[in-house]
């Protein structure tokens, strides 16, 4: 398997070859050659597969650089029920028929990003070792990415992370865990801005050639294919979860979504016509976790829609109904009771437009670089092939929808779920199950879980008081040689 970047770089590298970076060395973002389609046998294998191995099946598909014994060892001491919960790693926790939570919080930070992060970790490791390097991680977060980054590769033998996170606009409970960090290996920097002031300062860093290759320089962010492609897996888990009650042979109930062939890459596999479709509904600010979705469907899972929701920042929302996408500003970038989707450039968006256009470098390239963009009228009608739909939430909404949940099914969520639930109820399809990827546990947020039911949500154990440890972290401007000066300081 070979990567290409989206903005037009022909030039093919291995798996990993770009696990270790960021961006590629024009600017854009790494994707495969083609992605791997899977048939009617390869589901049919995979479907009783554990977690674990099922990520070495995936996983195996684009890695072909890490002799295949050394990968299952890494998948398999990656995903257990130890780090995890559960033995099922990503449970679904049912509704009501049809509809139902993919549960991805269940990991040390108690967010979904420790579905990818603590494979990221034991790659980084793994091939850092095998080479004989070090590696600075430096990335960016709004509230989850920081905490999953820091706990995957706290204490990992040759890295070291800088992790920017925006002053003030995270919740206590976030701060605290990655604040309260001691280890030598771990820099927390809080930049007085917004999260995207922090992620523009990353790509800034990434694309200084010389600084990156002398301090190397990489990235844990969703920029990071390896990153992105940990969490393809959850969504063929939580495919088969959905539908474990359907075998192979049984024609669905479920029309099939209109537009299901994807535009690009040929359409699915004509024996997977009959396999029931499933749709998945994703809180979404960079775009990464729903472009794993998008992954998915490309390889063939059926899957009926994306649907992406967003909070009041909604520049994603904007872009799927009219075909515009307008960045915004950090004066523009609303403070809200779901701060982790508080983003209004989505990285990870280069990567789908990629796709739609036809995977024409030259013209991404050129739409990225100018900013915002609006697609022609047939561009946009493409999106509809791809199964892609969206919508937004509020604070009232997400604030009622806690509040419907704790009532109707007795379960707390968090804020960004509820942003999820909300826009997910808009788009359900009589006969398609519906997935809502939970992003954290309601502990993170609890001053809204006590706005909406006047309760304390309630804690892991060993996390009553964390907001009360000792905190280390450096206050910087918004400034990128401020960046680059800490990181020559303390490497």
């Known amino acids: 398997m070979k990567y290409i970047s989206t903005r037009g770089d022909?030039?093919?590298?291995?798996?990993?070859?770009?696990?270790?970076?960021?961006?590629?060395?024009?600017?854009?973002?790494?994707?495969?050659?083609?992605?791997?389609?899977?048939d009617d046998a390869t589901l049919t294998r995979w479907r009783g597969l554990a977690y674990a191995d099922l990520a070495f099946e995936i996983l195996s598909l684009y890695i072909d650089d890490i002799p295949a014994d050394d990968l299952h060892a890494i998948t398999r001491r990656t995903y257990t029920a130890e780090v995890f919960g559960t033995p099922e790693i990503t449970p679904l926790k049912v509704l009501e028929p049809g509809l139902a939570l993919q549960a991805l919080s269940n990991g040390p930070t108690l967010a979904f990003k420790d579905m990818a992060m603590q494979l990221l970790g034991q790659l980084f490791e793994y091939e850092l070792k095998r080479r004989g390097e070090t590696l600075n991680i430096l990335g960016a977060t709004s509230g989850d990415t920081g905490s999953a980054a820091e706990y995957a590769m706290r204490g990992k033998a040759g890295v070291n992370v800088f992790m920017l996170s925006p002053h003030g606009r995270m919740s206590p409970f976030q701060q605290a865990q990655m604040f309260s960090l001691q280890d030598a290996n771990i820099h927390n920097l809080a930049l007085e801005g917004v999260f995207d002031d922090c992620q523009d300062i990353v790509k800034a860093v990434s694309n200084d050639l010389?600084?990156?290759?002398?301090?190397?320089?990489?990235?844990?962010?969703?920029?990071?294919?390896?990153?992105?492609?940990?969490?393809?897996?959850y969504y063929f888990a939580?495919?088969?979860?959905?539908?474990?009650?359907?075998?192979?042979?049984?024609?669905?109930?479920?029309?099939?979504?209109?537009?299901?062939?994807?535009?690009?890459?040929?359409?699915?596999?004509?024996?997977?016509?009959?396999?029931?479709k499933v749709s998945f509904t994703v809180p979404s600010g960079n775009f990464g976790n729903v472009c794993a979705g998008h992954v998915a469907r490309m390889m063939g899972l059926p899957i009926a829609k994306l649907v992406v929701a967003t909070n009041e920042n909604d520049v994603l929302d904007e872009f799927f109904r009219t075909g515009a996408y307008r960045p915004r500003g950090s004066a523009e970038t609303h403070e809200t009771s779901s701060p982790s989707m508080d983003i209004s450039k989505a990285s990870n968006f280069e990567r789908f437009v990629f796709d739609l256009l036809g995977r024409d470098g030259a013209r991404v390239k050129a739409l990225f670089g100018a900013g915002g963009f609006a697609l022609s009228a047939e561009e946009h009608a493409a999106i509809a092939r791809f199964g892609f739909a969206s919508g937004r939430s509020t604070h009232e909404d997400r604030i009622a929808t806690i509040r419907a949940v704790h009532q109707q099914y007795g379960q707390i969520i968090d804020t960004?779920?509820?942003?999820?639930?909300?826009?997910?109820?808009?788009h359900r399809s009589a006969g398609t199950p519906m997935l809502v990827l939970e992003t954290a546990l309601p502990a993170k947020f609890a001053a809204t879980i006590k706005e909406a039911l006047d309760i304390d949500p309630p804690r892991p154990a060993g996390?009553?008081?964390?907001?009360?440890?000792?905190k280390r972290v450096t206050v910087l401007p918004v400034d990128v040689q401020a960046v680059k000066d800490f990181i020559r300081d303390h490497v």
């Open 210 to 233: 010389d600084f990156k290759r002398q301090y190397k320089i990489g990235t844990v962010n969703s920029i990071n294919w390896a990153r992105l492609l940990a969490q393809v897996v």
């Open 238 to 276: 939580g495919y088969f979860q959905a539908t474990k009650d359907w075998a192979p042979g049984l024609r669905s109930a479920a029309p099939p979504p209109e537009g299901a062939a994807p535009a690009w890459g040929g359409p699915a596999p004509a024996d997977l016509a009959d396999w029931p």
């Open 463 to 470: 996390l009553e008081h964390i907001e009360d440890l000792p």
């Open 10 to 38: 022909r030039t093919e590298r291995r798996f990993c070859e770009i696990l270790l970076e960021g961006l590629a060395p024009d600017g854009g973002l790494y994707l495969p050659v083609a992605y791997p389609q899977v």
């Open 416 to 426: 960004h779920t509820a942003d999820g639930l909300k826009v997910a109820l808009e």
